[in-house]
């Protein structure tokens, strides 16, 4: 009599199977893309990749990318324990060493060849998958003056943005499919703040006289309409006032706005810093931060600092003024 032991494979139905792989991390995932076939083909298909952004977000593993100067060298660390790498990755594409990181959203990171003119391509760190675009408007050196990626949760796609002086042109992931939008005359006397903050279908810039991320009486706010593959003027809050400087970001999943009235006394110890989260029904006070460290004036910190994540504790995570390159991935 043999002592083998007879196994039974169990065959997990592929909803099941895809809530459960949609849960763990993407270390794991790229393990099990190698247990077979099936297993593969879901972790690969781009449906389940944004069902595992979703929960990584729901779960709070949303990492903070920080690229190396001047390197194509990366570390992830932990927003939720932000004093800690927690990984360290490689650029794998080869012809894009010490690539330009333009802007990121829900795990993706644009990056532009350096010296290349229309040639980019969308990374995702988690799955270390890489999609090259090349955009067939450009006949010679132009490069973007801000850029955008957001999704389009009707077409199931992610969308990338390019805005030049006077057009700017739409680029949908899944295709590769590129479209050109001239004349704007939005565009023409007003610099767009460099990378776009995006929201859940919608990419939000600040226009100014120079190509700077604040928002004041004087400023002009436009956003990216992911139905319409239009750019769309919105209005500037009533909350921003005369001598009131403000910065877009996004915070909880939704437009953020942060600043207050100017003042330019370092000396002054009741530094406070408004923060504005915009809902459905408009636009929400949020909190007063209190206590602005005393090396900084208001109007510095807003200049130079911004939020990157509210922690599940309550905690925001703010990018400090000397630090630059960083992304949400």
Same mark, same amino acid.
């Given at each position: 009599?043999?002592?083998?032991? @007879?196994?039974? @494979?169990?065959?997990?139905?592929?909803?099941?199977?895809?809530?459960? #792989?949609?849960?763990?991390?993407?270390?794991?995932?790229?393990?099990?893309?190698? %247990?077979?076939?099936?297993?593969?083909?879901?972790?690969?298909?781009?449906?389940?990749?944004?069902?595992?952004?979703?929960?990584?977000?729901?779960?709070?593993?949303?990492?903070?990318?920080?690229?190396?100067?001047?390197?194509?060298?990366?570390?992830?660390?932990?927003?939720?324990?932000?004093?800690?790498?927690?990984?360290?990755?490689?650029?794998?594409?080869?012809?894009?060493?010490?690539?330009?990181?333009?802007?990121?959203?829900?795990?993706?990171?644009?990056?532009?060849?350096?010296?290349?003119?229309?040639?980019?391509?969308?990374?995702?760190? @988690?799955?270390?998958?890489?999609?090259?675009?090349?955009?067939?408007?450009?006949?010679?050196?132009?490069?973007?003056?801000?850029?955008?990626?957001?999704?389009?949760?009707?077409?199931?796609?992610?969308?990338?943005?390019?805005?030049?002086?006077?057009?700017?042109?739409?680029c949908s992931v899944?295709?590769?499919?590129?479209?050109?939008?001239?004349?704007?005359?939005?565009?023409?006397?007003?610099?767009?703040? #460099?990378?776009?903050?995006?929201?859940?279908?919608?990419?939000?810039?600040?226009?100014?006289?120079?190509?700077?991320?604040? %928002?004041?009486?004087?400023?002009?706010?436009?956003?990216?309409?992911?139905?319409?593959?239009?750019?769309?003027?919105?209005?500037?809050?009533?909350?921003?006032?005369?001598?009131?400087?403000?910065q877009l970001a996004?915070?909880?999943?939704?437009?953020?706005?942060?600043?207050?009235?100017?003042?330019?006394?370092?000396?002054?110890?009741? !530094?406070? %810093?408004?923060?504005?989260?915009?809902?459905?029904?408009?636009?929400?006070? !949020?909190?007063?931060?209190?206590? %602005?460290?005393?090396?900084?004036?208001? @109007?510095?910190?807003?200049?130079?600092?911004?939020?990157?994540?509210?922690?599940?504790?309550?905690?925001?995570?703010?990018?400090?003024?000397?630090?630059?390159?960083?992304?949400?991935?």
């Open positions: 009599m043999s002592n083998k032991k @007879s196994h039974k @494979s169990i065959n997990i139905p592929c909803d099941i199977l895809f809530c459960i #792989l949609s849960r763990l991390r993407a270390k794991s995932l790229l393990r099990f893309r190698s %247990v077979s076939k099936p297993w593969n083909a879901i972790i690969s298909d781009k449906g389940f990749k944004k069902a595992q952004c979703d929960q990584s977000k729901e779960l709070g593993r949303e990492k903070l990318l920080l690229q190396i100067y001047y390197s194509d060298k990366f570390e992830f660390i932990n927003l939720e324990n932000p004093q800690f790498a927690i990984e360290k990755q490689q650029f794998p594409l080869k012809g894009f060493e010490r690539a330009n990181v333009l802007c990121s959203y829900d795990g993706l990171v644009l990056l532009k060849k350096r010296r290349a003119y229309k040639t980019f391509v969308l990374w995702n760190p @988690s799955t270390r998958q890489c999609q090259t675009l090349e955009c067939p408007y450009l006949s010679s050196y132009t490069c973007s003056r801000s850029c955008g990626l957001c999704y389009d949760s009707t077409a199931d796609d992610y969308k990338v943005i390019l805005i030049y002086t006077s057009f700017y042109t739409v899944n295709s590769n499919d590129w479209k050109k939008k001239e004349n704007i005359h939005m565009l023409e006397q007003r610099v767009p703040s #460099l990378c776009g903050i995006s929201t859940e279908g919608c990419v939000f810039w600040s226009l100014n006289r120079a190509p700077d991320p604040f %928002v004041s009486t004087t400023s002009k706010v436009i956003y990216f309409d992911v139905k319409s593959d239009e750019l769309k003027e919105f209005p500037v809050p009533n909350f921003v006032g005369d001598n009131d400087l403000f996004t915070l909880k999943g939704s437009l953020c706005l942060y600043g207050g009235k100017i003042n330019n006394d370092i000396y002054c110890k009741d !530094l406070e %810093v408004d923060m504005w989260i915009m809902k459905q029904d408009g636009w929400k006070w !949020l909190m007063k931060l209190r206590d %602005v460290p005393a090396e900084f004036c208001e @109007s510095y910190f807003v200049k130079y600092s911004r939020p990157l994540h509210y922690t599940r504790n309550g905690k925001i995570v703010f990018q400090g003024p000397k630090i630059a390159r960083l992304y949400i991935a």
